[in-house]
């Protein structure tokens, strides 16, 4: 099941609380979660556990992460079908996930640990 939330929803701490300071996360993701008032979460639930999540800011991917690369397959997808994503510098653990669920990557970009994603060119931010 696929939840849309913000800091603001009465549960949201209670599915979310535990990725907040994770090290594992952390690890994972070469990133760190934080829990600003103004982005939308979109959390993959399976069963009681949280298996996955992408928040967005002003249609901007801020944070991805999975337990299994199909829970954010799915969750990439839904946010890619209900927002035009802008410029979006994410972690480069699920590149490859990117590219198959169609997102446009700059492949000019000299990041370590990151690259950037998007379906929508800001008008502002043209990448050559």
Known sequence: MILKLTNKDEKFYE???KFFGSRLVQRQTNDRIYDDPDKLW??????????AFISIQKNT?????TT???YLEKLL????????ITTSIVTNTYKDLYERCGFILNN???????VTIFT???EDKKLS
């Open 120 to 122: 929508e060119q800001r």
């Open 42 to 51: 979109y959390i993959y639930k399976d069963g009681e556990k949280i298996v």
């Open 77 to 84: 997808e839904r946010v890619k079908k209900e927002n035009k």
């Open 61 to 65: 991917i801020k944070n991805l992460y």
């Open 15 to 17: 599915y979310m609380g």
């Open 108 to 114: 000019n970009d000299n990041f370590k640990n990151f």
């Open 68 to 70: 299994k690369q199909e």
